[in-house]
């Protein structure tokens, strides 16, 4: 488990083309801590189907740390219209 502080900053923009429709852009950036991690087996839901052992998966797998970053950016455009 790993606590991290993150942000959500972002905005759109508008511009009518008539009564009821727009041409619209948003972007939105969400920001927070990187972190690396190690995968790790603890037990195997098929064991009934697989034959190698849990240690000798996770050997053959040899699997490097994860980073994980769970910030993003965002930018949308397109047509907003309104019915009524």
């Known amino acids: 488990s790993t606590n991290s502080v993150g942000f959500n900053i972002g905005g759109d923009v508008a511009f009518p083309l008539g009564e009821r429709l ?7 950036v969400f920001g927070g801590g990187e972190t690396d ?22 050997a053959f797998l040899d699997l490097a740390p994860l980073r994980l970053d769970p910030g993003f950016t965002r930018v ?5 219209w309104r019915p009524w």
């Open 37 to 58: 991690t190690a995968l790790v087996f603890d037990r195997m839901l098929s064991e009934n189907v697989v034959q190698s052992s849990l240690a000798d998966i996770e």
């Open 22 to 28: 727009a041409l619209f852009a948003d972007v939105r």
């Open 76 to 80: 949308l455009a397109g047509l907003r």
